[in-house]
């Protein structure tokens, strides 16, 4: 099916390695990207391909993938972490599909 | 740097059609990328609404298809949204964003600040 499920709600201590994750069948064939979305902003894209950060995206976050399952891994989570995650990728018509996102509470 | 802003009522009536443009700026939309519109109703998470490249295809939301148009004025380097007949469930924030898509690698880098659009009488 040309789904994306996520955990709605993920927890973590602060300075503790946090995984979310995104299940779909498109995962076996296409990548995922993330995007960190807080209150009142735009997503801004911090993983896509197969482990690529944008220029500023701070190397304590990380992307995997196996089978159906995309991950996107926050090591050592800070406080400004806390946020709305969303996992993308498309289908093989070129439909854009995103997970209904996951909200991480940095303890 | 790559810039977009969404421009457009903030206001539209049931059964209306809502219509929004993206200024680019930094970027020309002739080039190798895709763009695309995509909404967040408020509380809830990103749905994709359509995407177009410069060669002239263009992709739309299949539940969303019927009611959809992407259109570009390359002289202008903006693209448009237009959603006809719509109803509450089309209130939304609209983003646009600019969309790379080559084999297995798909994401969108820039997005513009986004655009509140209520649906109501």
């Known amino acids: 099916s040309s789904e994306l499920t996520q955990d709605p709600a993920v927890s973590v201590a602060l300075g503790q390695t946090v995984r979310i994750t995104c299940q779909g069948d498109?995962?076996?064939?296409?990548?995922a990207s993330w995007y960190q979305q807080k209150p009142g902003q735009a997503p801004v894209l911090v993983i896509y391909g197969k482990d690529n950060r944008p220029s500023g995206i701070p190397d304590r976050f990380s992307g995997s993938t196996s089978g159906n399952t995309a991950s996107l891994t926050i090591t050592g989570a800070q406080a400004e972490d806390e946020a709305d995650y969303y996992c993308?990728?498309?289908?093989?018509?070129?439909?854009?599909?995103f997970g209904g996102g996951t909200k991480l509470t940095v303890l | 740097q790559v810039q977009l802003q969404e421009s457009g009522p903030g206001l539209v009536k049931p059964s209306e059609t809502l219509s929004l443009t993206c200024d680019v700026s930094?970027?020309?939309?002739?080039?190798?990328?895709?763009w695309g519109w995509i909404r967040q109703p408020p509380g809830k998470g990103l749905e994709w609404i359509g995407s177009?490249?410069?060669?002239?295809?263009?992709y739309y939301n299949p539940s969303l298809k019927s009611r959809v148009t992407i259109s570009v004025d390359t002289s202008k380097n903006q693209f448009s949204l237009k959603v006809s007949s719509v109803t509450a469930a089309d209130t939304a924030v609209y983003y646009c964003?600019?969309?790379?898509?080559?084999?297995?690698?798909?994401?969108?880098?820039?997005w513009g600040q986004g655009t509140l659009v209520t649906v109501s009488s």
């Open positions: 930094g970027y020309s939309i002739s080039s190798d990328y895709y």
């Open positions: 498109s995962l076996r064939t296409y990548h």
């Open positions: 993308h990728s498309r289908d093989s018509s070129g439909n854009q599909l």
């Open positions: 964003a600019r969309q790379w898509t080559v084999t297995t690698t798909n994401y969108f880098d820039y």
């Open positions: 177009f490249y410069h060669s002239g295809s263009t």
